[in-house]
């Protein structure tokens, strides 16, 4: 889906927010799981998360596409044990409390102008970057949603009368077939 053609003068001002957002939801989160034990091991692979988080997402909105050569192989090394993040929905609301759902309602109004759902609509790639976040703070994904079902075949009824079936009351039965 191209662009609408407003979308690139307003697309850098999109980045800069959410940019702004993220990271001011990553210094909260510095500030909080350092004081707490249990969470200082979350402190560095969740500011890095939402600062690749912030530059993937302004990759994909302000660069143009640029098709690359393959990469020759690399000599790997051993993975380093990585710490995972929590995947309940809305964890990090609650670690955070208030200051987690003040951040998530300026991320959930920019997500709700009509400017970022262009963009969210013209490269659905962005939902791979914005899913988990929504995930974090308990936002419902709304966007993506739509978008999905756009792409859905439209569903049919028939009535059973059309449709013979052996051991079924055709008088009260209605089927659902996609078209």
Not at 82 to 105: C, D, I, N, T
Request: hydrophobic fraction near 55%; proline fraction near 9%; aromatic fraction near 6%.
């Amino acid at each position: 889906m191209p662009l609408p053609p407003s979308l690139p003068a307003t697309a850098p001002e999109l980045v800069r927010r959410f940019g702004a957002i993220l990271m001011g939801l990553a210094a909260v989160v510095a500030r909080r799981f350092l004081r707490e034990p249990r969470l200082m091991a979350l402190t560095v692979p969740l500011w890095s998360w939402l600062s690749r988080s912030v530059q993937r997402f302004g990759r994909a909105v302000v660069r143009k596409r640029v098709v690359r050569a393959a990469r020759p192989d690399r000599v790997r090394v051993a993975p380093v044990a990585r710490v995972r993040l929590p995947s309940r929905r809305g964890w990090l609301v609650g670690v955070l409390g208030y200051e987690a759902v003040g951040y998530g309602l300026q991320l959930e109004h920019l997500l709700a102008e009509p400017e970022m759902q262009a963009l969210v609509a013209a490269l659905p790639g962005l939902g791979r970057v914005l899913r988990p976040l929504k995930r974090m703070l308990g936002l419902v994904d709304v966007v993506p949603a739509v978008v999905a079902n756009a792409d859905r075949a439209p569903v049919a009824w028939v009535v059973a009368d059309e449709m013979p079936l052996a051991g079924v009351d055709v008088d009260c039965a209605v089927i659902a077939t996609t078209a």
